[in-house]
Structure formats: structure tokens, C-alpha cells
């Protein structure tokens, strides 16, 4: 019998606002691989200017535990590469969890996926759904709370992650820190308690966002207006240039139709829900 598998893998958006590699949210875009065993080493994608050969993302992860020869590579996203939105952490857990299940591995997934990111927090959200905190080597999840809903701007133009985190300098102010930690605590609060007023507080940063202003100028100054069109805030997501717009879900309709206004000829609109459920595969 030849061996398939599907993985489903959802999009992630990091950082959250103030919680700058260690906190992470699962969204309800998918990245979708199929692995076949079949005459030789094939590679196909749905995406423009993605690699096809060894050097995709998908089969590179697939290589960390075991060779890609004698398999077809099919990949289907929905998530927009390199806009903050978990394109690259999204296939290097399909690569990984697909090569994991056929060979019954038994892998430490977040730990590889981590390593071959770079980061843990993206591809702690894609594993697990939900929101995620990640500290000392360990993922925790934080269920979405009911109502909570989100938008997704994305602009036309890219910005490559390490341009995003060459912007960065090697250290901060100690009372930016100290912000960052402070909204950090509020977010985690707000999340677990469902409460709007404390999420609407929380969702600020003086670590990254504005020290990458220069990379995407238009999408800080349209989150920095986010609570003006309605929502209860806005965050770059993750190294951007995407803007993960938040909102009650009695809010969300009003919110869409006055961002489609606002981002016209720039910038795309995405209904992008919290997503609960972390990556899984389909045995075939």
C-alpha cells in the first residue's frame, strides 16, 4: 500500500502587541501538504516564488528526520508569505509532522521546528491553536476567548524577516521592558478572562513595532488608529507587514467594512478567526 499523508497546519501571528518571541496566536488560514511515496522526488506548490526543489521549506523540515527521497511534495496555502502571518513556521510543521507520522518518529516537533525557525513562537501556535505563551523550553496554551474574532490587513508588498529583525538593536530602555512586561501580564489577563477592557489596554509595545516604522509605515499609523475605526486594537503581526486588526465579534462586520475603505489600493482584507485547532494530520 503506498503511504500518504495530509497535514493541515494553521497561519500564526506573533507577538501580539507586547509579547516580542514568546507569544503567539493560531489563525484560521491553512497551509495544506500532502506527502506520497511515489517513483522518485517531486515538489509541487500552489504559491508563486516558493522553492520546488530540496530547498522548500516543507521538505527541508521533512529532512530533518528522515530523507524526502521516493516522495511527492503537494502544498496548498492560504497564508501569504512573508507578511507576518506564519507562512515559513506553517510549512516547517507540515514537513516535520508529516515525516514524524509516516516513520513513526515520536519527534520532539516543537523543539525541531523551533530550531529550524530560528524562533519558537510561531510554530508553538501552529502546533497547538489557540494563543500560546511560550517560557523555559515549554509552549503553554491559552484557549481563544468566546467572541473574540480577528481581521487581517495585508499589504501588497513584502517585508523579508530578516530585514524585520536586522531593525532591532541589541538593547532597549529598561522602563520599555518594564512597559512590555506590564501589557504582556494585561494581555494574558484579558485572554483568560475574556475581557475586552483589559485586551483593548493591552495590545501596545515599545519594543519592536515603531523601531521597524521605516519597513511598513502605513501599517503602524493604521493600528495606531485601530480603536478609532471601532476595533479593540491592533498589532503588527508578528515581523509584518501585516496588521492583525482584534475585535468583538459584534464589532467585526463595522470594523471590515471601514478598513476595506481605509486599505484600498494598498493593502488586502482577510476574515482571519482565532483558530482552536492546532496541526494535524489525515492518514490516507
Known amino acids: 500500500m503506498i503511504r500518504r499523508r495530509v497535514v493541515r497546519v494553521p497561519a500564526s501571528s ?22 506520497a511515496e511515489a517513483g522518485g522526488f517531486a515538489v509541487e506548490c500552489d504559491q508563486p516564488l516558493v522553492e520546488e526543489g ?36 506553517g510549512a516547517i510543521v507540515a514537513g516535520l509532522m508529516a515525516a514524524d507520522h509516516l516513520f513513526e518518529l515520536d519527534a520532539d516537533l516543537l523543539a525541531e521546528a523551533s530550531a529550524l525557525e530560528g524562533h519558537p513562537d510561531n510554530v508553538a501556535a501552529a502546533l497547538h491553536g489557540g494563543f500560546v505563551v ?10 481563544p476567548p468566546t467572541g473574540l474574532e480577528a481581521l487581517a490587513v495585508v499589504p501588497a508588498e513584502p517585508v523579508p524577516t530578516p530585514a524585520a529583525r536586522a531593525a532591532l538593536p541589541a538593547e532597549v530602555p529598561f522602563a520599555d521592558a518594564v512597559f512590555n512586561v506590564a501589557h504582556g501580564a494585561l494581555l494574558t489577563l484579558g485572554l483568560a478572562r475574556g475581557d475586552w477592557d483589559l485586551l483593548g489596554r493591552s495590545l501596545q509595545d515599545r ?54 475603505a481605509e ?3 494598498w493593502a488586502t482584507l482577510l476574515r482571519t478567526p482565532f483558530e482552536s485547532q492546532g496541526a494535524y494530520v489525515e492518514e490516507l
Not at 134 to 139: L, T, Y
Request: proline share 4%.
Open 14 to 35: 506573533a507577538n501580539l502587541g507586547p509579547g516580542f518571541d514568546c507569544m503567539a496566536a493560531a489563525l484560521s488560514l491553512h497551509l495544506e501538504l500532502e506527502v
Open 54 to 89: 530540496r530547498e522548500n521549506l516543507c521538505v527541508r523540515a521533512f529532512e530533518r528526520l528522515h530523507s524526502a527521497d521516493g516522495f511527492a511534495f503537494k502544498i496548498r496555502s492560504q497564508i501569504p508569505p512573508a507578511r507576518g502571518l506564519g507562512s515559513s513556521a
Open 134 to 143: 511560550f517560557a523555559d523550553g515549554q509552549a503553554t496554551r491559552v484557549e
Open 207 to 260: 519594543l519592536h513595532q515603531q523601531r521597524r516604522h521605516d519597513l511598513f509605515p502605513r501599517s503602524l499609523e493604521l493600528a495606531s488608529r485601530a480603536r478609532e475605526l471601532g476595533a479593540l486594537g491592533a498589532t503588527i503581526s508578528g515581523a509584518g507587514p501585516a496588521v492583525l486588526v482584534w475585535c468583538f465579534y459584534e464589532q467585526t462586520g463595522a470594523v471590515a467594512e471601514t478598513l476595506r
Open 263 to 265: 486599505i484600498e489600493g
